[in-house]
């Protein structure tokens, strides 16, 4: 049973617009969030995270929504760049337990 | 869709012994498989990449002599803790992939060095 879901495999965005990745997840006791980013042959790199007492962080052109009552997580990217093309992983844990990931939703930014 | 298992999902040993944890793509063949190492409420850290049938890359920072990565098959690949301490306690995480686009996650072991 998949506790954190990326329901979009992929999504294709003007450069210049705002980028929006989605995020659910059914475990009520995750109180840490995080987003990874992911080149072609290459491991995830961490981007931005929030905490549960948080519904809100901002990081330059990133930012991450957290509603809690909804159970669900998104991640901003304003202004898209070309360079923000690659697959992005929500992941979350709960205290001293580990990071599950989501299947990752890959972001095209078009010219 | 494609699993990846590990094996063990938990293990306590001794300070000074060695432990061996197992990353299985189950239903694909990996290419290149990634260790991770998880600290509490932080990122990942990315310890290593391992190719099939060639040496692991190792991030800077990660001992290599400790931690030793053997990726013998295109669908296992190993991470052996060796003379393991208690600040080893972690969890430890594997990815693996078959396209440039994919990755798929191991669902962690966690280790406790008593």
């Known amino acids: 049973d998949q506790q954190v879901k990326q329901n979009s495999p992929s999504l294709s965005v003007q450069e210049g617009r705002i980028s929006i990745l989605n995020c659910d997840y059914t475990n009520s006791m995750f109180d840490y969030f995080l987003w990874y980013k992911k080149y072609p042959a290459e491991g995830p790199t961490f981007l931005i995270s929030?905490?549960?007492?948080?519904d809100k962080n901002e990081d330059g052109r990133f930012t991450v929504f957290l509603n809690k009552s909804a159970k669900h997580l998104s991640l901003h990217i304003v202004p898209s760049q070309p360079g923000d093309s690659a697959v992005y992983f929500c992941?979350?844990?709960?205290?001293?337990?580990?990071?599950?990931f989501g299947k990752g939703t890959r972001l095209h930014i078009l010219p | 869709g494609a699993v990846v298992s590990q094996h063990p999902s938990r293990v306590i040993c001794k300070s000074g012994t060695s432990v061996k944890i197992e990353c299985r793509s189950l239903d694909f063949q990996a290419t290149t498989m990634f260790w991770y190492r998880q600290f509490p409420k932080q990122s990942l850290m990315l310890m290593a990449t391992?190719?099939?049938?060639?040496?692991?890359?190792?991030e800077q920072g990660v001992e290599k002599d400790k931690f030793l990565i053997n990726h013998a098959s295109l669908t296992l690949s190993t991470l052996t803790v060796t003379s393991a301490h208690p600040e080893d306690s972690s969890f430890y995480i594997c990815?693996?992939?078959?396209?440039?686009?994919?990755?798929?996650f191991g669902p962690g072991t966690r280790l406790t060095v008593t």
């Open positions: 990815s693996a992939t078959q396209m440039a686009y994919e990755q798929y």
């Open positions: 992941a979350a844990s709960a205290t001293d337990d580990k990071i599950i």
């Open positions: 391992s190719n099939e049938g060639s040496k692991a890359t190792y």
């Open positions: 929030i905490s549960s007492i948080k």
